[in-house]
């Protein structure tokens, strides 16, 4: 594998470090919401939980390391009358954004 090459996976618990690290990055930005890292532990430890059927984080890493997170939930649209999918979290590092992560994480 080239160095430097985006690989997407699915976050597992041992990624819950770099994770709350990139949502620290992603709350300072977004002012309505407190950077709490227990609390986003303890969310990000219930979303990897289970049996991954209806909610997700998907990583980005670069050589092992995680540079990006997107995560997404399922919920029954009524209005729609089907599952309809619900983005929680897009954030990349600012080391490397602009560089279509982010895109490659939706």
Do not use: W, Y
């Amino acid at each position: 594998m080239k160095e430097n090459t985006v690989i997407i996976r699915k976050a597992v618990r041992s990624d819950i470090p770099a994770l709350i690290a990139l949502l620290e990055q992603l709350f300072s930005i977004e002012k309505d919401f407190r950077f709490d890292p227990d609390a986003q532990a303890r969310g990000l430890r219930l979303m990897l939980d289970g049996c991954g059927k209806h909610r997700t984080i998907q990583t980005a890493c670069i050589n092992d390391r995680v540079v990006g997170m997107c995560s997404a939930q399922t919920r029954i649209s009524s209005a729609r009358g089907q599952i309809c999918g619900i983005m929680e979290d897009l954030v990349v590092d600012k080391d490397h954004r602009g560089k279509g992560i982010g895109t490659r994480l939706l």
